[in-house]
């Protein structure tokens, strides 16, 4: 991965694009482009052998007009405030592009959770809750689950704030294990999203899935899951990767077995059905149908941009591409579907989980799978809509078209206090 971009600059220089299309006044626009407000701290945790430990968390509100914030929270060793403000940005224009009832938000801590115990991570986790309940809240802002963090820690945070509370609100979270309240098909959704959007590009573009090749880059929720449901609507998965390196099999592999062989050894490499080991640029430039980036920020920079071979690009992951890449690949023809709408699928299930906390009313799968199917067909074809009413090459100005368009809305229509 390059980290040749800051995020939050990526971010504000799409929000620019877009608002260029729209012709927006200055003053508003640059509203758009900054957070209401971050909260950083410094978690006190002890560790088990005794000892104490820091660790730097942040949180941040970047907009709520449309309603309460919302958004993951993550564990890195390379989270930082700018990263944090930046996925908290995506989310406001992720809500808003699959129009549902939310603004934006997003945490993270500064941590490798693979050096701690699990109950060092519960004490990390809670001491983070304990920080956060004054700012989040059903109807205030609603953490997820992001880049290792899951079910766990949401039960965690959770329990935290529902026993300082003393009340019942499973709201104020969302990704819990269904029998924690959480909902059916939340682990899927970012995969789902993904590849119901993948679907509707290639047929918009009057090209075949069935067949059609994939590589994955990135073999983690949102990735394996992905590489599963595309395999399952007739495309072949030839390439994968995680942070050990890419396997590659010419003529396609079980994505299921990769991940059995991922969760038995703890990385894909060695996988049996792989024929060849790949580099992890090898995997994002290998000539293939789609390309799935499921990893993190900046993965293609404008150097690998000019070697990427897919033709279509679904992103899994958030900012995978550098603005610069991003340009290079418009111009070279290559098809994004940007990843406020292509991995909007859990932040949607997450909406529907909300939805069934508060009505303390529960979904089956089907209906969860329904529901976000037509939530993501409708997004994509508003973008496309948008696309050729503006004549506009890049998807990504277009999706950012129609969601700023719709926060602006929201920001003009209940005025400003005081
Ligand atoms: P995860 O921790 O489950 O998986 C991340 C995967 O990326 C792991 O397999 C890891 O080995 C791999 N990886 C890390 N660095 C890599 C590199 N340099 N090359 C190749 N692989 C690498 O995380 P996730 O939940 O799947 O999230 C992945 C991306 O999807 C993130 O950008 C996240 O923000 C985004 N996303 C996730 C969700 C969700 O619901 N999980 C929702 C929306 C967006």
Same mark, same amino acid.
Request: glycine share 8%; no cysteine; hydrophobic share 40%.
């Given at each position: 991965m390059? =980290?040749?971009?800051?995020?939050?600059?990526?971010?504000?220089?799409?929000?620019d694009?877009?608002?260029?299309?729209?012709?927006?006044? /200055?003053?508003?626009?640059?509203?758009?482009?900054? #957070?209401?407000?971050?909260?950083?701290?410094?978690?006190?945790?002890?560790?088990?052998?005794?000892?104490?430990?820091?660790?730097?968390?942040?949180?941040?509100?970047?907009?709520? =007009?449309?309603?309460?914030?919302?958004?993951g929270?993550?564990?890195?060793?390379?989270?930082?405030? /700018?990263?944090?403000?930046?996925?908290?940005g995506?989310?406001?224009?992720?809500?808003?592009?699959?129009?549902?009832?939310?603004?934006?938000?997003?945490?993270?801590?500064?941590?490798? #959770?693979?050096?701690?115990?699990?109950?060092?991570?519960?004490?990390?986790?809670?001491?983070?809750?304990?920080?956060?309940?004054?700012?989040?809240?059903?109807?205030?802002?609603?953490?997820?689950?992001?880049?290792?963090?899951?079910?766990?820690?949401?039960?965690?945070?959770?329990?935290t704030?529902?026993?300082?509370?003393?009340t019942?609100? #499973?709201?104020?979270i969302?990704?819990?294990?269904?029998?924690?309240?959480?909902?059916?098909?939340?682990?899927?959704?970012?995969?789902?999203?993904?590849?119901?959007?993948?679907r509707?590009?290639?047929?918009?573009?009057?090209?075949?899935?069935?067949?059609?090749?994939?590589?994955?880059?990135?073999?983690? +929720?949102?990735?394996?899951?992905?590489?599963?449901?595309?395999?399952?609507?007739?495309?072949?998965?030839?390439a994968?990767?995680?942070?050990?390196?890419?396997?590659? +099999?010419?003529?396609?592999?079980?994505?299921?077995?990769?991940? =059995?062989?991922?969760?038995?050894?703890?990385?894909?490499?060695?996988?049996?059905?792989?024929?060849?080991?790949?580099?992890?640029?090898?995997? $994002?430039?290998?000539?293939?149908d789609?390309?799935?980036?499921?990893?993190?920020?900046?993965?293609?920079?404008?150097? &690998?941009?000019?070697?990427?071979?897919?033709?279509?690009?679904?992103e899994?992951?958030?900012?995978?591409?550098?603005?610069?890449?991003?340009?290079?690949?418009?111009?070279?023809?290559?098809?994004?579907i940007?990843?406020?709408?292509?991995n909007?699928?859990?932040?949607?299930?997450?909406?529907?989980?909300?939805?069934q906390?508060?009505?303390?009313?529960?979904?089956?799968?089907?209906?969860?799978?329904?529901? &976000?199917?037509?939530?993501?067909?409708?997004?994509f /074809?508003? $973008?496309?809509?948008?696309?050729?009413?503006?004549?506009?090459? +890049?998807?990504?100005?277009a999706?950012?078209?129609?969601?700023?368009q719709?926060?602006?809305?929201?920001?003009e229509?209940?005025?400003?206090? #005081?």
């Amino acid at each position: 991965m390059s =980290d040749s971009a800051n995020p939050f600059e990526s971010l504000q220089s799409q929000i620019d694009d877009a608002a260029s299309v729209l012709g927006l006044d /200055d003053d508003l626009v640059t509203r758009l482009k900054h #957070p209401e407000r971050v909260l950083e701290t410094n978690l006190t945790v002890e560790l088990d052998d005794g000892s104490l430990e820091q660790f730097r968390a942040f949180r941040s509100q970047f907009n709520g =007009d449309r309603g309460p914030y919302k958004g993951g929270i993550r564990y890195h060793p390379q989270v930082s405030r /700018d990263e944090v403000k930046a996925l908290s940005g995506w989310m406001v224009y992720k809500t808003a592009i699959v129009d549902i009832p939310f603004g934006g938000g997003k945490g993270g801590i500064v941590i490798d #959770p693979t050096a701690y115990s699990t109950s060092e991570l519960e004490r990390v986790t809670r001491a983070f809750a304990v920080e956060l309940r004054p700012f989040i809240g059903e109807d205030r802002d609603i953490p997820a689950p992001d880049v290792n963090t899951g079910q766990r820690e949401m039960n965690w945070i959770k329990d935290t704030y529902e026993t300082l509370e003393h009340t019942t609100e #499973p709201g104020v979270i969302t990704g819990k294990s269904v029998d924690s309240g959480g909902s059916e098909g939340r682990v899927e959704a970012t995969g789902r999203s993904t590849v119901i959007a993948a679907r509707e590009a290639f047929e918009y573009l009057e090209k075949d899935l069935e067949g059609a090749t994939v590589a994955v880059q990135g073999y983690g +929720n949102a990735g394996w899951i992905a590489a599963k449901l595309i395999d399952e609507m007739g495309a072949t998965v030839v390439a994968a990767s995680d942070s050990s390196g890419g396997i590659y +099999n010419p003529d396609g592999f079980d994505p299921v077995a990769a991940k =059995d062989h991922k969760n038995e050894t703890g990385a894909l490499v060695d996988f049996e059905g792989s024929e060849e080991k790949l580099t992890n640029e090898e995997v $994002l430039t290998l000539d293939v149908d789609l390309l799935i980036p499921a990893a993190l920020e900046n993965a293609i920079d404008a150097e &690998l941009a000019t070697d990427v071979q897919a033709d279509v690009i679904s992103e899994a992951a958030n900012g995978p591409l550098t603005p610069e890449a991003d340009r290079i690949l418009t111009d070279r023809d290559v098809f994004v579907i940007p990843d406020i709408l292509a991995n909007a699928g859990g932040v949607t299930v997450s909406y529907f989980e909300w939805v069934q906390n508060r009505q303390r009313f529960y979904w089956t799968e089907e209906r969860v799978n329904d529901e &976000l199917e037509a939530i993501i067909v409708e997004a994509f /074809d508003s $973008l496309v809509e948008t696309l050729e009413t503006h004549d506009i090459e +890049n998807p990504r100005t277009a999706a950012y078209v129609v969601s700023i368009q719709r926060v602006a809305d929201a920001f003009e229509k209940s005025g400003s206090f #005081p």
